[in-house]
T-cell receptor
């Protein structure tokens, strides 16, 4: 099956620092990837759509200057949380469409901001 | 109005029984529907996809789609304790963003 990886799987950082999360499609090319955030006991919230070679499309209420997305190649999208604060602590998950019209998720990155 | 709605549960069923999970959606133009299973602290795992009206079976799982009534369901036959998880319903357009329901927590009691 399709494999989507994320790195790191967990990260702890100090308030005010920036954190970069990588999402890779390992066995297929993905022109579109999605970034989600999930708080405890809540459902997935779509943050943005990452498009290869163009700007990301952000959902309403998501600050594009705080959550920087770069989709530099057909297999890699990165999410950078800039000037992280404790309220940014969450589970960040990326996903990618395969040509079978099925969306597969990465294993997630748990971010804790102290 | 939420795009996709699910009963949050928890839904409790005894081992070996059929678990029935339901989901409704508001966008009548939605084309693709998916059921994901999510264990606590883990990422969602795709169980089933369904695009056409009717039933789609895969092992112990059957997905049902009724576009006229705008609902999607998932049946789990011979439920096992290992099926205990949160089940997420999602719907949207092909190769585009789609929306998740809030998830239904399923408990299968031994």
């Amino acid at each position: 099956g399709a494999v989507v990886s994320q790195h790191p799987s967990w990260v702890i950082c100090k308030s005010g620092t920036s954190v970069k999360i990588e999402c890779r499609s390992l066995d297929f090319q993905a022109t579109t990837m999605f970034w989600y955030r999930q708080f405890p006991k809540q459902s997935l919230m779509l943050m943005a759509t990452s498009n290869e070679g163009s700007k990301a499309t952000y959902e309403q209420g998501v600050e594009k200057d705080k959550f920087l997305i770069n989709h530099a190649s057909l297999t890699l999208s990165t999410l950078t949380v800039t000037s992280a604060h404790p309220e940014d602590s969450s589970f960040y998950i990326c996903s990618a469409w395969r040509d079978s019209n099925e969306q597969f998720f990465g294993p997630g990155t748990r971010l804790t901001v102290l | 109005q939420k795009e996709v709605e699910q009963n949050s549960g928890p839904l409790s069923v005894p081992e070996g029984a059929i678990a029935s999970l339901n989901c409704t959606y508001s966008d009548r133009g939605s084309q693709s529907f998916f059921w994901y299973r999510q264990y606590s602290g883990k990422s969602p795992e795709l169980i089933m996809s369904i695009y056409s009206n009717g039933d789609k079976e895969d092992g112990r799982f059957t997905a049902q789609l009724n576009k006229a009534s705008q609902y999607v369901s998932l049946l789990i036959r011979d439920s096992q304790p290992s099926d205990s998880a949160t089940y997420l319903c999602a719907g949207g357009y092909n190769f585009n963003k789609f929306y998740f329901g809030s998830g239904t927590k399923l408990n299968v009691k031994p």
